[in-house]
């Protein structure tokens, strides 16, 4: 259970319940709603949760630092949540956060994160599917391959692809459901098909607001064509 719970800390941006599957479609057929002003309020709180995730997740090397950082972030996204109650986007982030600090902890309230986590992904896709570009669906199923299955929590391969699937249906050039997805491959041995979505994921469009994150991926990125070459040649 350890190693699953460590591979969190590495996913998410990197999280009960399955949505039916007529429900999924329903969303897809919708238009997608306009996204919310980026000088917003909220959108300013969601914003600087990004930046300084980031920050934490890729240039704060010493893990007990990222612990207690990532739990301070933990503290900012109660209150923006708490202010913000009915925002699909402070939600998805809330939820992104607490997944890393499950990753991080490896404690015994992990598994409690992760299960808060998956509820507000699955809560702001029902307010919003599309909400951050459909990330709750990245993150879920992100989520799904990455905790341990039954009966110690509620891993699935099979809900784990379908909802990365719906992820890269709504953004197919993204850089983290392309790396999301590529990693769920890796991690079942599909070394080819991976690679492929790795390779996408690294000639993804730089997002101008998360220059720290995108560094950061693409790092993530190289490496696991590394290890899928390493993989293939041994």
């Known amino acids: ?15 009960c319940i399955a949505l039916t599957g007529l429900f999924i479609e329903a969303a897809q057929a919708t238009p997608a709603p306009a996204a919310p002003n980026a000088t917003s309020p909220f959108m300013a709180g969601v914003a600087q949760l990004q930046h ?10 010493d893990k007990d630092q990222q ?17 913000y109650s009915d925002s699909p986007e402070v939600m998805i982030w809330k939820a992104i956060i607490l997944s890393t600090d499950a990753g991080l902890d490896q404690g015994l309230s992990a598994l409690g994160k992760v299960r808060d986590a998956r509820a507000l992904f699955e809560q702001s896709i ?17 989520l799904y391959y990455q905790v341990p299955g039954w009966p110690l ?27 999301f997805y590529g990693d769920f491959l890796l991690q079942n041995k599909r070394y080819e098909d991976a690679r492929a979505y790795f390779q996408h994921a690294l000639a993804a469009p730089d997002r101008p607001d998360r220059p720290v994150a995108d560094s950061g991926r693409r790092v993530e990125i190289k490496q696991a064509l590394a290890k899928i070459d390493n993989s293939l040649t041994h």
Not at 1 to 10: D, H, K, Q, W
Not at 53 to 60: E, N, S
Not at 77 to 82: F, G, K, N, V
Not at 128 to 139: F, W
């Open 126 to 142: 029902k307010l919003n599917p599309y909400a951050l570009n459909g990330s709750a669906y990245t993150s879920l199923g992100s």
């Open 1 to 15: 259970m350890n190693s699953r719970f460590a591979r969190l800390a590495c996913a998410c941006a990197c999280s």
């Open 153 to 179: 929590a509620f891993g699935s391969n099979t809900k784990a692809e379908e909802f990365l699937k719906k992820a890269l249906a709504i953004n197919p050039d993204g850089i983290d459901p392309n790396y």
């Open 67 to 83: 612990l207690d950082a990532i739990h301070q972030l933990e503290t900012r996204a109660d209150a923006l949540t708490h202010e």
């Open 52 to 61: 300084d995730w980031a920050r934490i997740k890729y240039q704060t090397p």
